[in-house]
């Protein structure tokens, strides 16, 4: 099943990111540009499910947050982020086996912060949305 997922994806003009710890257990992420915007996704898989059989919400903020983030990074050149708010709403459930896509959108940069929106949709069905505020850290 993991095969077809991955060939699936790849055919898509999806990548698979590079992640360590949390988001390594969860994973994988992929992500993939559409006309010059970065997207990310999560196939959910049994591993994703909640007590009804649905897509956990933590999973979905996961998603959420971290591709805000890399949005965040990106678009700031800096490697280093803090989540200092994270909103999220949640409209549908998601389901095991459906592909969740994020496509962050940068509100307003500052020296010291950015601000970020995202819908977690699948297909046309959006089942969340977030917002959130990154401190750009010093470097280290």
């Known amino acids: ?23 390594h257990l969860i994973g994988p992420l992929w992500q993939r540009q559409v ?13 994703h499910h909640n007590r009804r059989g649905l897509v956990q919400g933590g ?4 998603l959420a947050d971290r591709s805000c983030g890399m949005t965040a990074r990106h678009v700031s050149g800096k490697p280093h982020m803090a989540t200092v708010q994270f909103d999220t709403h949640f409209v549908e ?10 496509r962050p959108h ?16 699948v297909e046309n069905r959006v089942i969340a949305m977030a917002s959130g505020v990154f401190k750009i850290l010093k470097s280290e």
Request: aromatic share 6%.
């Open 1 to 23: 099943m993991a095969q077809k997922v991955a060939t699936r994806m790849t055919s898509d003009g999806w990548e698979i990111v590079d992640t360590s710890g949390f988001l």
């Open 35 to 47: 006309d010059g915007v970065n997207e990310y996704a999560l196939v959910a898989e049994d591993k």
């Open 59 to 62: 999973v979905i903020m996961t």
């Open 93 to 102: 459930a998601g389901k095991i086996g459906e592909t969740l896509v994020s």
């Open 106 to 121: 940068v509100v307003r940069t500052t020296r010291s912060l950015i601000f970020i929106t995202t819908e977690v949709k």
